[in-house]
């Protein structure tokens, strides 16, 4: 627990290594599931509804390893894999990041409950700002069914998401401390 | 889970990037720049949508070259998911088989008692028409000619069949397609020749319930299913009964399968034809010798016709 202050030794090759495997495996990871997610077996909305989740829990978590300029291209690979209009993912997720820093003092030491709540609250505004999005760019009112069906999917499919971003987070934790 | 990952987490820490920046900044600048990348990155989302917007091939191309290089992931990605769905599929096939089995061993037992039933009946056909020294019907001779045309003509409801030369087609055969029957040839051509459907307005037909044996006249209303009229007193057309010619009129061969009764929305009994008058292709012309009520001729011909030709 009494990590913090402890001087960084001279980081070696293989430590370098490591420490950029743990820095980038938020990112690498979240833009894996997202490409694996548009595979065209799965249900439409998969992406996204991959995605925020994945940005959710490490803006909350390690918003370190999830920087506004990494949240940035995820956004771009997200409207490019999902043949939206062009900036609406980009958007959300910065906008997600956002609010997801500034709450995460109150979130991150509540239950895990109480953080699936708050992610469900997160999802259908993201879904709503989607949809005004679209209506916006389109000019013309786009169904709601398949936004509530993204929406509805990422909120279930978040436990298991954050189990195993969870398990990763921790082992991270592990290894900073064994460092 | 995340929560318990979340006790060990500390503020402090996961703000402080690992791995370290290469350039050193003075912590104030740090955290003044990552206070504006959020707004700036935000900016730049609103102007990469009007990009998408105002540049739509550009968004076009990124996106089809992004696919070009995801295909391969995506086609080995495939292999495992069509080998699960296959599996999913055979096993639910394989459930399935069992109810199916069990059906159709139902209907293979049904279906064999008819067969008794029927080789029964067969066998009493034959025993009594030795007793009676019955004359059989002899065997129509049939040739088979292609609908070439629908239509046309002086009836609604008539289709043009292509016959050969020398055919021996001749009015007043009685055209069958494979389910029961279509209607009579009313004109012949060298070449050709035209049957009137059975579910034309002008056409009467003959024809004997078969529950009831009660006769009755099978009328045609250019609708899809021709009326049942005049049949007689103290019996009801039964819905689904089936109806098949009769030798009334010497005009048709009694027997041949024409439909089954359906009631219409008004009420009258109407008969659904067996055959598929619709899109009928090839139909059989069957020469029963018989030379009931012909049509008319241009030129009168001398054969028995009655007061008012209904054909």
Known sequence: MSVHGKPEPAPGLLRRLDATARATFPVAFTALLMVLAAAPVGPPGLVWAVALPCVFFWSLFRPAYMPPLAVFPLGLLHDLLSFGPLGIGVLILLITHGLAMRWRRALVRRSFLVVWLAYCGFALGAGGLGWVLQAVLGWRVPPIAPGLNAVGMSAGLYPSLAWLLGRAHLAMLHAESAA | ?311
Do not use: C
């Open chain 2, 1 to 311: 889970m995340a929560a318990a990952a979340a006790r060990h987490d500390d503020p402090n820490r996961a703000a402080r990037p690992d791995g370290g920046p290469v350039i050193r900044l003075s912590i104030p600048l740090r955290q003044a720049l990552a206070r504006l990348s959020l707004p700036v990155l935000i900016a730049a989302a609103f102007g990469t949508m009007l990009l998408g917007k105002a540049d739509t091939m550009l968004a076009e191309r990124v996106r089809m070259a992004l696919a070009d290089a995801l295909t391969p992931i995506y086609g080995v990605l495939a292999r495992p998911v069509a080998a699960v769905r296959d599996t999913v599929a055979e096993a639910r096939a394989l459930l399935e088989m069992r109810t199916e089995n069990a059906r159709l061993r139902d209907e293979n037992e049904q279906l064999r008692r008819w067969q008794a039933v029927a080789l029964a009946l067969e066998a009493e056909n034959a025993m009594m028409r030795r007793q009676l020294a019955f004359i059989p019907d002899p065997a129509p001779r049939f040739q088979t000619a292609r609908v070439v045309a629908d239509g046309g003509g002086t009836y609604a409801r008539a289709v043009l069949l292509a016959i050969g030369p020398e055919h021996g087609v001749r009015k007043g055969q009685i055209a069958l397609d494979e389910r029961g029957l279509v209607g009579r040839v009313t004109e012949v051509g060298s070449r050709s020749a035209r049957v009137l459907l059975a579910t034309d307005l002008n056409s009467r037909i003959p024809v004997t319930l078969e529950g009831s044996r009660a006769r009755a006249v099978l009328v045609g209303t250019n609708g899809a299913r021709p009326r049942v009229q005049y049949w007689p007193e103290g019996v009801t057309p039964a819905e689904g009964e089936r109806v098949v010619t009769s030798a009334e009129a010497n005009a048709f061969p009694a027997g041949l399968p024409v439909g089954v009764i359906h009631y219409s929305g008004s009420g009258a009994p109407e008969v659904e034809m067996f055959a598929r008058l619709d899109r009928l292709d090839l139909v059989r012309l069957f020469d029963y010798g018989l030379s009931g009520i012909l049509p008319p001729e241009s030129v009168a011909r001398p054969e028995p016709r009655e007061s008012r030709p209904r054909r």
